[in-house]
């Protein structure tokens, strides 16, 4: 076996020195200060210390040169690919990162303007949780949902539609970024929330027959003892422009609080008002506020463009688990979708849109973020796009956030990274790196509804399909 091994080894180290000797080497190198075009556009970002290899591609060029700081790499095509190894301790001991690329076309090798990436310590949550699905206009198949380290290239699924008779499943969320609290939700017949606390699953049925739906878009309350969610009638409607194929709106949506330790729905009068629209709750750090959208509710679906949103908090105490009465308004103007307080309480990010509900399928939809000490509103241009810019999560430390964008194509979602400092400056976002550069060239999902934890979710695909033979447990109206 040793000598079995001894072989295998020479032969692969042979195979290096091959592709070695094959790649060539820069010589009579033109200089230019243009720009090198590189997919994806990873120059001049902000990248955390622990972030994977940002491997990329340069587009119709016969070899490649890439040195970054002390680091060099050659190929033969415009694949830049590091090594996990290499690449770690290249940003470990770096804080500013000179990048050079020099690329073969056409017989001539060109030394392109240098860009920089800009290393902080501040580390991002290491895992990232997403739903891939097609950016179908009204119909879905082959579901997954899926964990993947973001230090790595290492991925698992939490919920496959192989196991699941490709049944529709909604997004998967952890409570406080915490790995060992999180739910997920499989739709259709004998289907339910599946709990996850510590690694063990329970199927829950949050739905009463007061209630004019299930339970739909939720998050958890800081203790991990109650979510707070909303119940949406959601419509689809497809239209006959070009520039814009799907309308989703909401015939009817209210607010609860679901207590997850004595299985009790908690009701509000202000959260169920039967002539306003009330959707996307989530709790502040501390647990004293719900944030949450609303609207009058209008005709529908002849005046779904009069839906306007705004941006309101309601108190809750956790201790007695009760929700209060008095409802501040703290942002109006443009429909206001997604809320979600930075975990130091200092802000809140959420999607803008010109109406209604479903930014996903509106190409304006930017991120918006407001300083909740002095109410100040920043607009984020260096973050936001042309195309649709929504579905954000934070990292615990609050100094990174994840959000989809739909900016390369117009289509297909892709999760992208953004550093906000501590002054609350926001920076330039990068996509997901992958190993492969060339990726997203051929991938045909989206990235949906991408959230941060601090560690591996404790369960897979397989422990989520058996959890759906469990009955659900039943929750009752207070």
């Known amino acids: 076996m040793m000598k079995i091994r001894y072989i295998f080894a ?8 091959l592709l070695t000797a094959c790649t060539p080497t820069p010589h009579d190198v033109r200089q230019s200060e243009q720009e090198a075009e590189i997919y994806p556009d990873y120059k001049d970002v902000t990248i955390p210390v622990n972030i994977a290899p940002m491997n990329f591609v340069v587009r119709g060029v016969d070899a490649v040169e890439v040195k970054a700081g002390d680091l ?20 470990e ?9 020099t690329a073969l076309k056409d017989g001539q090798w060109t030394a392109y303007k240098r860009f920089h990436w800009y290393v902080v310590r501040d580390s991002i949550d290491s895992y990232l949780t997403y739903r891939l699905i097609e950016p179908g206009y009204s119909v879905w198949n082959r579901l997954q949902i899926k964990q993947r380290c973001v230090e790595n290239f290492d991925e698992h699924a939490l919920a496959d539609y192989n196991l699941q008779e490709n049944r529709c499943m909604n997004c998967h969320t952890p409570g406080s970024q915490n790995p060992q609290l999180s739910m997920l939700y499989v739709r259709g017949k004998g289907g339910g929330a599946i709990l996850n606390q510590n690694g063990r699953l329970r199927k829950l049925d949050i739905k009463t027959p007061d209630m004019v739906a299930t339970s739909t878009y939720f998050q958890f309350a800081p203790s991990g003892r109650y979510i707070v969610f909303s119940a949406n009638v959601v419509v689809p409607a497809v239209q006959a422009s070009a520039q814009k194929r799907l309308e989703v709106y909401d015939t009817e949506s209210d607010i609860y609080v679901a207590d997850l330790e004595k299985n009790r729905i908690i009701h509000s009068q202000q959260l169920c008002d ?47 688990g009760t929700i209060g009465t008095q409802v501040d308004t703290l942002f109006t103007g443009r429909s206001v979708c997604h809320p979600r307080v930075s975990p130091d309480g200092e802000r809140i990010l959420f999607s803008v849109q010109d109406y209604g509900t479903f930014p996903i399928w509106h190409k304006e939809s930017d991120l ?3 300083d909740l000490r002095t109410g100040m509103v920043d607009t984020l241009q260096v973050v936001n796009s042309d195309m649709s810019d929504t579905y954000h999560s934070w990292s615990s430390n609050s100094r990174w956030f994840v959000f989809a964008s739909k900016r390369d194509d117009g289509l297909y979602g892709k999760p992208y990274f953004c550093y906000v400092d501590r002054t609350g400056k926001a920076h330039k976002p990068f996509c997901l790196p992958q190993q492969d550069p060339t990726f997203y060239d051929d991938f045909l999902k989206s990235f949906n509804a991408p959230e941060l934890a601090k560690g591996k979710i404790p369960f897979d695909a397989v422990d989520v399909a058996n959890a759906m033979k469990l009955p659900a447990e039943p929750f009752k109206s207070e």
């Open 10 to 17: 020479c032969i692969a180290f042979a195979l290096l020195m």
């Open 72 to 91: 060099t790499v050659r190929n033969r095509g415009g694949n830049v690919q590091f090594g996990v190894g290499e690449w770690r301790a290249l940003l």
């Open 274 to 320: 039967p002539d306003r629209l009330e959707t996307f709750p989530a709790f502040s750090p501390d647990g004293k506020y719900i944030y949450y959208c609303t609207s009058p509710s209008v005709e529908l679906p002849q005046d779904y463009k009069s839906l306007k949103y705004v941006l309101a908090r309601i108190p809750f105490d956790e201790a007695a």
């Open 93 to 101: 001991k770096n804080e500013t990162i000179e990048v050079e690329v």
């Open 368 to 370: 918006w973020m407001m």
